[in-house]
């Protein structure tokens, strides 16, 4: 059960205990005391029954009722305090390794989202911590409570009639036996269970973000037979739980009944040999049964224990995760934005060949590239090195001279501001999400001003509560255009030197993207930017057009130099000139 990796998770979880020793050992004192009250009450038994009753006189023992309220008193309230510090501490514990959790999960690389799935993640740091503390605090107030109240009953036994102590003895093998096997059965069982309820998150998760092209596509019955064979596959593991976590009750109570058969008519033989008391017989099997329960949590404790271990392997597993890698040491003030390609490569893990190669460009400070090029041909993937979601697996990327590996990360980023294809916004209100990351307080004017830059104004203007609209999960409760904007107006607050654009205007409408391309390119002047745009009518003004192909530059000029070179960019504009006159209309303008 203790093994040396065990032994491990222990010490680690003993660090996050460590700043609460004093209120440890104050509450496993007095969980100590409050099970030390426990054989105080067969020990009471003996005297009452002995000599509390005398018919026609009055009793001695007049204090007895008084001590009996006396002991439930103290041992209620040493219970409760122990029960309340222990509480505390555990849920201190809980709550600390939570924040770390979180605190690291920020602190992870792109490469970790995209390996695990995020059920994983929320489950580890909403479940699992719970889990662990099953194996700290309550373990060791089990161990103290039940462990004392068990010594104790037994010292009193053994006072009280040892002979009868030994016979009684005998069934406890019995009783761990049965009660091992158990528990054995109800883990397996537990294992099961998680792992169930994992398959019907996920089948809810899916059934959620799903939901359009569920109804669209007629997929009801057949993603309610998927939830139906994992909801009932996990109503009869539950049900099998229950069988055996309820067999144990009857089982035991069965063992002990033959303990007391047993003791029963031992003890009428020694009072006929006057050996024992009514009251000696009472206290004993008064004592023998209130060993039942502690004794069966002790024998149970196993499980608890290896649950707790599993699950700290989690967390440990997720605080073990290498965070992104911040070699830097430079850090900038404020970059003028000349950004040297130096034969930059990438290639995703697992992936069979590079998604960039041999990646040449110097980019003047203020310049505005736009990138084109067929979808897969890694424009994204681009625009991912220059913050370092993703780290060039060759070459090198330099801003202002500096390698980007040698600046560190905060620096760097803050230098760029990023607008996304999917922009998903957090569930808060419209103002906020503007304001997003600022460093200062922001007053309403300057996120109306942003706003109004990012031609944001106009829709926000009409909602009801104008900037204190909540935005629900993600934004959903705007349209993918609306959400558009908000991103751009959370650049235009951002005042950053570098400005990186991958289809920012993507979801909007031929009108309003004319709009928000006026706003972009104000907002791009004197800064170094870069714009991927899937209508090259928007991009056509850009100082430099970089067309990529299967991850090379395949061409670059300007718009009108590539359209001379009758290339692929002219290829790609014509095709786009056919299919959508209106957007080469907006184009010669
Ligand atoms: P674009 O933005 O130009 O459409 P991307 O940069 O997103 O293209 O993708 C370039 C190439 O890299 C594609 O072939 C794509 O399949 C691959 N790719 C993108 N993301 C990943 C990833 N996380 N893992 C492996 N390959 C990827
Ligand atoms: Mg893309």
Same mark, same amino acid.
């Given at each position: 059960m203790i093994d040396k990796n065990n032994l491990k998770l222990y010490k680690r979880l003993l660090i996050y205990a460590r700043p609460y020793y004093k209120a440890i050992g104050l509450g496993s004192v007095l969980a100590a005391l409050s099970a030390a009250t426990e054989p105080l009450l067969p020990a009471l038994m003996k005297p009452m029954l002995d000599q509390g009753f005398r018919f026609g006189e009055r009793s001695p023992l007049i204090w007895l009722p008084f001590a009996v309220v006396g002991i439930f008193f103290l041992r209620g309230a040493l219970g409760f305090a122990s029960t309340y510090i222990m509480a505390w501490v555990q849920n201190k514990i809980v709550y600390q390794i939570r924040l770390d959790m979180f605190a690291h999960l920020l602190r992870l690389p792109n490469t970790y989202f995209q390996k695990y799935p995020s059920a994983k993640t929320i489950n580890r740091i909403t479940n699992d911590v719970n889990g662990v503390t099953s194996a700290s605090t309550t373990v060791l107030l089990t161990i103290i409570k039940d462990g004392v109240t068990v010594i104790g009953l037994f010292a009193w036994l053994l006072y009280l009639n040892w002979q009868l102590m030994l016979i009684a003895v005998t069934v406890v093998p019995v009783l761990m036996i049965s009660v091992r096997k158990l528990s054995k059965r109800l883990r397996r069982l537990m294992h099961a269970e998680h792992d169930n309820m994992v398959m019907m998150t996920t089948a809810i998760q899916e059934a959620i973000s799903n939901q359009k092209v569920i109804k669209v596509y007629g997929g009801e019955a057949q993603e309610v037979s998927r939830f139906d064979r994992v909801a009932n596959y996990l109503r009869g593991i539950l049900m099998r739980g229950t069988v055996s976590a309820a067999l144990g009750t009857p089982i035991t109570q069965l063992t002990s009944a033959f303990a007391v058969a047993i003791i029963i008519a031992v003890a009428m033989y020694q009072s006929a040999e006057g050996m024992t008391t009514i009251g000696g017989f009472a206290s004993f099997i008064t004592a023998t049964l209130m060993m039942n329960a502690p004794m069966k949590r002790l024998a149970d404790l196993n499980a608890p224990i290896q649950r707790g271990l599993a699950a700290a392997e989690h967390i440990f597993a997720l605080l073990d995760e +290498? $965070?992104?890698?911040?070699?830097?040491s430079v850090t900038l003030d404020?970059?003028?934005?000349?950004?040297v390609f130096d034969r930059v490569s990438y290639r995703y893990p697992?992936?069979?060949?590079?998604? !960039? &190669?041999a990646i040449d460009l110097v980019v003047r400070p203020g310049e505005r590239i736009a990138l084109v090029g $067929?979808?897969? &041909?890694g424009k994204s993937t681009f625009a991912n090195l220059l913050p370092n979601f993703l780290h060039v697996t060759g070459g090198e990327i330099r801003i202002d001279g500096h390698?980007?590996?040698?600046?560190h990360l905060t620096s760097l980023r803050q230098q760029m501001a990023l607008v996304t294809q999917e922009v998903l916004l957090f569930n808060d209100t419209i103002a906020n999400n503007i304001a997003f990351g600022a460093t200062r307080q922001l007053s309403l004017e300057e996120i109306r001003a942003a706003a109004k830059a990012a031609h944001a104004l106009e829709f926000i203007d009409t909602l $009801?509560?104008?900037?204190? /609209?909540l935005v629900g999960e993600g934004g959903m409760r705007l349209s993918g255009g609306q959400r558009q904007r908000i991103a751009i107006a959370r650049a235009v607050l951002k005042n950053a030197p570098i400005l990186i654009l991958d289809? +920012? /205007?993507? +979801? !909007?409408?031929n009108e309003s993207e004319r709009y928000v391309q006026a706003a972009l390119d104000e907002l791009m002047v004197g800064r170094t930017s870069f714009v991927i745009a899937h209508r090259l009518s928007t991009i056509e003004n850009a100082d430099r057009i970089v067309v990529l192909k299967e991850g090379r530059i395949a061409e670059i000029g300007t718009h009108a130099e590539l359209l001379a070179l009758n290339g692929i960019y002219a290829y790609l504009h014509q095709v786009q000139g056919d299919a959508k006159p209106a957007a080469a209309a907006t184009g010669d303008a």
């Amino acid at each position: 059960m203790i093994d040396k990796n065990n032994l491990k998770l222990y010490k680690r979880l003993l660090i996050y205990a460590r700043p609460y020793y004093k209120a440890i050992g104050l509450g496993s004192v007095l969980a100590a005391l409050s099970a030390a009250t426990e054989p105080l009450l067969p020990a009471l038994m003996k005297p009452m029954l002995d000599q509390g009753f005398r018919f026609g006189e009055r009793s001695p023992l007049i204090w007895l009722p008084f001590a009996v309220v006396g002991i439930f008193f103290l041992r209620g309230a040493l219970g409760f305090a122990s029960t309340y510090i222990m509480a505390w501490v555990q849920n201190k514990i809980v709550y600390q390794i939570r924040l770390d959790m979180f605190a690291h999960l920020l602190r992870l690389p792109n490469t970790y989202f995209q390996k695990y799935p995020s059920a994983k993640t929320i489950n580890r740091i909403t479940n699992d911590v719970n889990g662990v503390t099953s194996a700290s605090t309550t373990v060791l107030l089990t161990i103290i409570k039940d462990g004392v109240t068990v010594i104790g009953l037994f010292a009193w036994l053994l006072y009280l009639n040892w002979q009868l102590m030994l016979i009684a003895v005998t069934v406890v093998p019995v009783l761990m036996i049965s009660v091992r096997k158990l528990s054995k059965r109800l883990r397996r069982l537990m294992h099961a269970e998680h792992d169930n309820m994992v398959m019907m998150t996920t089948a809810i998760q899916e059934a959620i973000s799903n939901q359009k092209v569920i109804k669209v596509y007629g997929g009801e019955a057949q993603e309610v037979s998927r939830f139906d064979r994992v909801a009932n596959y996990l109503r009869g593991i539950l049900m099998r739980g229950t069988v055996s976590a309820a067999l144990g009750t009857p089982i035991t109570q069965l063992t002990s009944a033959f303990a007391v058969a047993i003791i029963i008519a031992v003890a009428m033989y020694q009072s006929a040999e006057g050996m024992t008391t009514i009251g000696g017989f009472a206290s004993f099997i008064t004592a023998t049964l209130m060993m039942n329960a502690p004794m069966k949590r002790l024998a149970d404790l196993n499980a608890p224990i290896q649950r707790g271990l599993a699950a700290a392997e989690h967390i440990f597993a997720l605080l073990d995760e +290498a $965070p992104e890698r911040d070699t830097g040491s430079v850090t900038l003030d404020k970059v003028r934005g000349d950004i040297v390609f130096d034969r930059v490569s990438y290639r995703y893990p697992e992936a069979e060949r590079d998604a !960039l &190669s041999a990646i040449d460009l110097v980019v003047r400070p203020g310049e505005r590239i736009a990138l084109v090029g $067929p979808s897969g &041909s890694g424009k994204s993937t681009f625009a991912n090195l220059l913050p370092n979601f993703l780290h060039v697996t060759g070459g090198e990327i330099r801003i202002d001279g500096h390698p980007i590996d040698s600046i560190h990360l905060t620096s760097l980023r803050q230098q760029m501001a990023l607008v996304t294809q999917e922009v998903l916004l957090f569930n808060d209100t419209i103002a906020n999400n503007i304001a997003f990351g600022a460093t200062r307080q922001l007053s309403l004017e300057e996120i109306r001003a942003a706003a109004k830059a990012a031609h944001a104004l106009e829709f926000i203007d009409t909602l $009801p509560d104008g900037f204190d /609209t909540l935005v629900g999960e993600g934004g959903m409760r705007l349209s993918g255009g609306q959400r558009q904007r908000i991103a751009i107006a959370r650049a235009v607050l951002k005042n950053a030197p570098i400005l990186i654009l991958d289809e +920012a /205007t993507s +979801a !909007l409408d031929n009108e309003s993207e004319r709009y928000v391309q006026a706003a972009l390119d104000e907002l791009m002047v004197g800064r170094t930017s870069f714009v991927i745009a899937h209508r090259l009518s928007t991009i056509e003004n850009a100082d430099r057009i970089v067309v990529l192909k299967e991850g090379r530059i395949a061409e670059i000029g300007t718009h009108a130099e590539l359209l001379a070179l009758n290339g692929i960019y002219a290829y790609l504009h014509q095709v786009q000139g056919d299919a959508k006159p209106a957007a080469a209309a907006t184009g010669d303008a």
